[in-house]
């Protein structure tokens, strides 16, 4: 039956693209995971735009990206030119037994979404240890993405999807390589390496060169390029231009610092400008890859699900209170779902943006401080004192224990066994020399030299 419908489905958009109609949605609204990783069985629901997962290490956020980039994936099945993410072997929830540690299958990724405003379900699982992951309950979306690389085969301007992963290893620490420009390709090619977390900067640095190069020699159109440049400018603080040099080959950027222009090397950036410019000139080149008919129009028109493992990776807090919002401003269309272990990250978003792995959440975060995100709704004690303070203090009663121990002893052994403890507990923290000093006088006070 399902397959009559794909038919029917496929008919009426042929209809509706001869008619310059376009259909413009792609999101997964659920997903349900059988022994995936950590997780026996486990459902969870999405926001149509911006999801951010929260939660403490080993709850499972990245399981769930990883989980997704399964569902996602299963469209790249339909394309030639691009490789889906199965079930890994190690994705298999292992069973502790006690003198063994036992692999449970099958393993299930099922899910419901929209493509094109089509609302579908599709599934993929891995049955036994060895063998491959199923595609039979994926073929509904499957056939939809042959039809996109039909119609892009054919010179159509159909909308495809943008679909990738960024992991915790997208910060990329590469040796200063050589830039090759790169011969015209297909359309297909924006899914190159999409689902990989810890993917190469070199892909959209050589279409940047290539492009830089182009523009000059052959006086082609600079839109899509134009357009990436303004997406990482839209998502960057302070920084004015981005242009790939030529001669020093190598991205540069033009950035304000205290009303002054400078001018910085991809390469000698910090952390967190790589980490957001890679990021963000990513998601735009493969905007303008699969879909250059949109031209000017190809971030707001492009529409897809993006996957980003710990959004706040690398960036200044000052940065993480205004980044969902520049990545929904810049990219409108797409479905994003990241995880975070940032309060700054969660005070920005909506209620239903949140899905909190370690407890039930429903709350207006930008209504509260981060003081009270922080503790109460991701689990974090007394976050107004710091660990060090905490333990000062913990030293200190401990001090005025034995103070009030060896003032009352008689026995001289324990008095001096009470005064090498106090010896002890005031060294560790001798960088202090007030704390330091205050805690001798209460001694000889009390015990005398």
């Known amino acids: 039956m399902a397959g009559v419908q794909t038919l029917v489905w496929l008919a009426i958009n042929r209809l509706l693209q001869t008619t310059n109609y376009k259909l413009q949605t792609m999101r997964i609204n659920k997903i349900q995971l059988k022994n995936f990783k950590g997780f026996d069985e486990k459902e969870f629901h999405f926001n149509p735009q911006f999801n951010v997962l929260i939660g403490d290490n080993g709850t499972g956020k990245t399981a769930i990206l990883d989980a997704l980039a399964v569902s996602v994936g299963s469209y790249l099945l339909g394309i030639g030119q691009a490789q889906a993410r199965s079930i890994y072997q190690e994705d298999i929830r292992r069973k502790d037994f006690g003198d063994s ?3 449970q299958l099958p393993v299930i990724v099922s899910s ?7 609302k579908i379900k599709w599934q993929r699982s891995k049955k036994n240890f060895e063998g491959r992951t199923t595609v039979k309950e994926a073929r509904e979306l499957i056939e939809i993405a042959k039809f996109h690389t039909q119609q892009v085969s054919d010179g159509k301007p159909v ?12 910060l990329w620490k590469e040796r200063r390589q050589t830039i090759n420009t790169r011969p015209k390709a297909s359309r297909m090619s ?6 990989e977390p810890a993917s190469s900067s070199k892909i959209f640095l050589e279409w940047f060169k290539t492009m830089e190069i182009a523009s000059i020699q052959k006086k082609i159109d600079t839109t899509r390029i134009e357009v990436v ?15 790939f040099d030529v001669i020093e080959d190598t991205l540069v950027s033009v950035k304000m610092d205290a009303d002054k222009r400078h001018t910085l090397h991809y390469d000698l950036l910090s952390d967190g400008f790589r980490n957001m410019i890679g990021m963000v000139a990513d998601i735009a080149y493969r905007c303008v890859t699969l879909n250059p008919h949109l031209n000017e129009q190809a971030l707001a028109k492009t529409y897809g699900i993006v996957l980003i493992d710990e959004i706040d990776l690398h960036i200044h807090p000052k940065w993480q209170k205004r980044v969902v919002n520049d990545l929904k401003n810049t990219f409108p269309m797409i479905q994003f ?18 899905l909190n792995l370690d407890k039930a959440t429903d709350s207006d975060f930008f209504r509260k401080s981060i003081e009270e995100i922080a503790e109460m709704d991701m689990g974090v004690p007394d976050v107004e004192r710091s660990q060090r303070f905490k333990d000062m203090m913990k030293v200190a009663e401990r001090y005025y224990q034995l103070l009030e121990e060896g003032k009352n002893s008689e026995d001289d052994t324990q008095v001096r066994q009470i005064k090498a403890e106090l010896d002890q507990l005031s060294r560790r923290y ?7 000093a205050f805690l001798n006088m209460e001694r000889l006070a009390r015990l005398g030299p």
């Not at 419901?112 to 089509?118: H, Q, S, V």
């Not at 495809?160 to 290893?169: A, D, E, N, Q, R």
């Not at 924006?190 to 689902?195: A, K, V």
């Open 101 to 103: 540690l036992e692999p």
């Open 430 to 436: 001798s960088d202090d020399p007030a704390y330091t």
């Open 159 to 170: 909308i495809l999807p943008v679909i990738s992963y960024h992991g915790t290893g997208r």
């Open 337 to 354: 779902i990241a995880s975070t272990h940032s309060p700054f990250i969660v005070q920005s978003l909506q209620s239903d943006e949140v």
């Open 229 to 243: 440049k303004n997406a990482i400018i839209n998502c960057i603080p302070d920084l004015e231009a981005v242009f």
């Open 112 to 118: 419901e979404g929209e493509i094109e405003e089509r």
């Open 190 to 195: 924006g899914y190159f390496n999409s689902l």
